[in-house]
């Protein structure tokens, strides 16, 4: 009935994943301050195989338009947030349609095929969960949660109700607290090189997910300082990298290592169970240059011209930053007890809304 149209970016199934450690290779997160940013994968230039343009769905600001029929999808007033929007949707999936001046990197839309292949769409993923890095690290998937399997991002997409029987796709993604080698455990993305837009054509990025609370797991900063409390010599650090919330990591990807990033919370005390949409003005992004594993930041103006390759989507703390940077004399051989992140969201849009 509804179809997950062709679009999205931010970690190839590349040639090298490296912050990330993606695409099923064995990568290391080198930086302490590695981020869904700095440490997203390395893009190639190539483009990816041809696909169709995707539609997108029916609202993509905010609010929602006066002329939105009763009972259709729309949205309650917008929260402010540090760079972004985040507004409730009522009326998940009900009469939505593809906007003008936009571009789908995921989305479903009245009338259209439903579980759709997304590596056919050029979406690509991985997971390190419960697999051996080289050299090992010891107890590294020690305080998981679920089976190495459940951290698998899916191969389609699926019908929804809880949104009207809208695709999405439903991911519990992963984030170490401790160690920056892997520190992202698994993600996706999406490669659109082909179609060509480029960072001055894009207003906005808007975002539906809903946060899943059974199997979401976080830790506040208390939590965490019963665990830490040996290896840092200030606590305090906890309070700054981490609040328990949920996190996700943006990334958008160029072929010559420039991006562009995001992190964005949303409080699962308010907004658990509850489908959500998040809009994002690309001014609001952080434009840098990856130099070695580390973000140098660079001005917008240089991004004007450049065509997007990909988005990469993980999960974050609240400063992507782990706490390794902060450990003293780090023991590779019996280093410190691992916690992770574990947020459980399924995504029904991620869009770009074009100028």
Request: hydrophobic fraction near 35%; aromatic fraction near 8%; glycine fraction near 6%.
């Amino acid at each position: 009935m509804q179809s997950l149209m062709k679009t999205f970016t931010l970690s190839l199934i590349v040639s090298c994943l490296t912050a990330c450690g993606g695409g099923g290779s064995g990568g290391s997160d080198k930086s302490p301050t590695t981020s869904s940013a700095s440490s997203s994968v390395a893009v190639s230039s190539s483009s990816p195989a041809s696909s169709s343009a995707p539609a997108s769905s029916s609202l993509s600001s905010s609010s929602a338009p006066s002329s939105v029929a009763a009972g259709s999808e729309n949205t309650l007033t917008a929260t402010s947030q540090a760079g972004y929007t985040l507004a409730k949707i009522e009326n998940c999936g009900v009469n939505i349609s593809k906007p003008e001046k936009s571009f789908a990197i995921l989305a479903n839309y009245d009338g259209g095929e439903q579980n759709q292949n997304l590596s056919a769409l050029d979406f690509y993923n991985w997971n390190h969960v419960g697999t051996v890095n080289t050299p090992p690290i010891p107890n590294e998937w020690d305080n998981i949660t679920l089976p190495a399997a459940s951290y698998n991002i899916p191969g389609n997409a699926a019908t929804n109700s809880s949104c009207n029987n809208v695709d999405s796709l439903n991911v519990i993604l992963v984030k170490k607290i401790a160690n920056w080698h892997r520190q992202h455990a698994n993600g996706f993305g999406r490669k659109f090189t082909s179609f060509g837009h480029k960072f001055s054509n894009v207003e906005n990025i808007v975002l539906d997910l809903k946060v899943n609370s059974a199997k979401t797991k976080t830790h506040t900063p208390a939590e965490l300082k019963t665990v830490y409390t040996g290896y840092l010599a200030d606590t305090s650090v906890i309070d700054t990298i981490e609040a328990g919330k949920v996190n996700l990591g943006l990334t958008f990807e160029t072929s010559n290592n420039l991006r562009a990033a995001i992190t964005i919370e949303i409080d699962q005390a308010i907004y658990a169970d509850q489908w959500v949409r998040v809009t994002i003005p690309m001014s609001s992004l952080r434009y840098y240059e990856d130099v070695n594993f580390q973000p140098a930041s660079r001005d917008a103006s240089l991004f004007s011209n450049l065509v997007i390759n990909n988005l990469l989507v993980v999960a974050e703390t609240r400063t992507n930053a782990v706490l390794r940077g902060s450990i003293k004399d780090w023991n590779e051989t019996t280093p410190p007890p691992e916690r992770f992140k574990e947020l459980d969201i399924s995504v029904k849009k991620i869009e770009l809304m074009l100028k």
